[in-house]
């Protein structure tokens, strides 16, 4: 036959060879002169790009929802401290099932329970949802312990050094990387993390371990998406 097929395409640069020398490997060297096969793109420079790909209105929106949702926990503790009659793993437990129970009502009303299905028959995706969750309830349980036991300083400390925590995570799993500026922030907050630990008379263990589960829960629900 006369008709050609394409054997490599990397970028621009296209080569072909005749139909009639199939035994000639498809991505042979010698008929393509400096082609050295299909570049694949690292995960890490895949997330980079797409880090960067985001809009600047997205990032204002999701710095809005960030600052909505840090007034929101701020103001939580007023409501926990209306329950100090009840154990803290109690609330967790109450607190899972409603949200279980809310949520299913939602997911039916928009009809996505195929979605949940196809999540269930998806070991790896259904194993990481699992793990966010076991972290997300190790990091409620953490929080109305500090309620109760009355160490609101160190639970609030716990939460400023969240974002600290997963800023490491995404620059080093993540590809992610900030301006100057931003960076200059960082570096106050980390300082304002320091002096606050410093201050304490105690090894504050409830403020990493609400940090590390809460960034880890974040982590691992980005990997899952």
């Known amino acids: ?54 809009q600047p209105a997205d990032r204002n929106a999701g710095a809005a929802y960030a600052a909505l949702a840090y007034c929101l926990w701020g103001a939580m503790p007023l409501y926990w401290r209306l329950l100090d009659g ?15 129970v809310f949520a299913s009502a939602v997911t039916l009303l928009r009809g996505r329970i195929s979605q949940v299905v196809t999540i269930a028959r998806t070991p790896r995706l259904f194993a990481m949802l699992a793990l966010t969750s076991v972290l997300i309830s190790v990091n409620w349980t953490l929080y109305i312990y500090c309620v109760a036991e009355n160490i609101l300083v160190e639970a609030s400390l716990g939460y400023y050094m969240t974002p600290l925590v997963s800023f490491a995570l995404g620059y080093f799993f993540f590809a992610e990387r900030v301006s100057v500026l931003r960076a200059v922030a960082i570096g106050f907050a980390a300082l304002a993390v320091a002096v606050q630990f410093m201050r304490l ?25």
Do not use: N
């Open 201 to 225: 008379d105690h090894l504050p263990l409830m403020a990493p371990s609400l940090a590390i589960t809460f960034a880890f829960y974040g982590y691992f629900r980005k990997r899952a998406a």
């Open 1 to 54: 036959e006369d008709g050609i097929r394409d054997v490599a395409v990397t970028g621009v640069q296209t080569c072909a060879v005749p139909i009639s020398l199939p035994s000639i490997p498809r991505t042979s060297k010698s008929f393509c002169p400096g082609w050295s096969g299909p570049r694949k793109k690292s995960a890490r420079s895949s997330r980079a790009d797409l880090t960067a790909s985001l």
């Open 86 to 100: 009840i154990p803290p793993f109690e609330l967790t437990v109450h607190r899972v099932l409603w949200c279980a």
